[in-house]
């Protein structure tokens, strides 16, 4: 599951929606501290509105860590605001369904 976790930032990172439609369940379930969606079309209409919001945006994974179908990621999120960068320091919870699609990601802020 690390691996598909890796896959799925590594996506994010390149911001290839085609490659996310592949790791997503159809039922998956989004939920951070701005947003909450649910279904693939739903997390896809999502994520393309933050890409279109934030060209520049990089995900750091600093650690992962497994427990059956379920990895928890400390991450840092660089974004490029108007020539200034911010980092947000953030916790994602990744459960996977049986087929080793990602079923739920919650994201966790650690800093305001």
Do not use: P
């Not at 693939?40 to 393309?48: C, E, G, K, L, Y």
């Not at 974004?79 to 996977?96: K, S, T, W, Y």
């Amino acid at each position: 599951m690390k691996r598909k976790a890796k896959e799925y930032f590594e996506a994010f990172n390149a911001q290839d929606i085609s490659k996310l439609e592949e790791l997503y369940s159809d039922d998956i379930r989004l939920r951070d501290w701005l947003s909450e969606a649910r279904g693939r079309d739903a997390v896809i209409t999502s994520n393309r509105k933050l890409f279109k919001s934030n060209q520049k945006l990089v995900i750091n994974v600093n650690g992962m860590h497994q427990d059956g179908d379920v990895v928890v990621c400390e991450i840092d999120i660089l974004i490029n605001n108007d020539g200034e960068q911010v980092r947000l320091m953030v916790v994602d919870v990744i459960e996977f369904d049986d087929d080793g699609r990602i079923n739920e990601i919650r994201a966790y802020l650690g800093n305001v």
